[in-house]
């Protein structure tokens, strides 16, 4: 067994994630603190972060779509 058939070995066991796994597991944190903020009182930090937090969602909803078309 070489290298790369070592390095695969090894690979296989770590839970590396793709890049759509990573989109999908962060708009979930993202959605989730999105919620636990809208039931707190509102501040001028927590509406910030709710804007951004808007976007953010937005652009990953965006590319998750575009990643099932292709």
Same mark, same amino acid.
């Given at each position: 067994?070489?290298?790369?058939?070592?390095?695969?070995?090894?690979?296989?066991?770590?839970?590396i994630?793709?890049?759509?796994?990573?989109? *999908?597991?962060?708009? +979930?944190k993202y959605?989730?603190?999105?919620?636990?903020?809208?039931?707190?009182?509102?501040?001028?930090?927590?509406?910030? *972060?709710?804007?951004?937090?808007?976007? *953010?969602?937005? +652009?990953?909803?965006?590319?998750?779509?575009?990643?099932?078309?292709?």
């Amino acid at each position: 067994m070489g290298w790369g058939g070592l390095l695969d070995r090894v690979t296989s066991w770590l839970p590396i994630q793709t890049k759509v796994e990573r989109w *999908r597991n962060q708009l +979930e944190k993202y959605e989730k603190e999105k919620n636990e903020l809208l039931h707190k009182k509102a501040t001028f930090e927590s509406a910030n *972060r709710v804007q951004y937090l808007n976007e *953010r969602i937005s +652009e990953l909803n965006r590319l998750l779509k575009n990643a099932a078309k292709s």
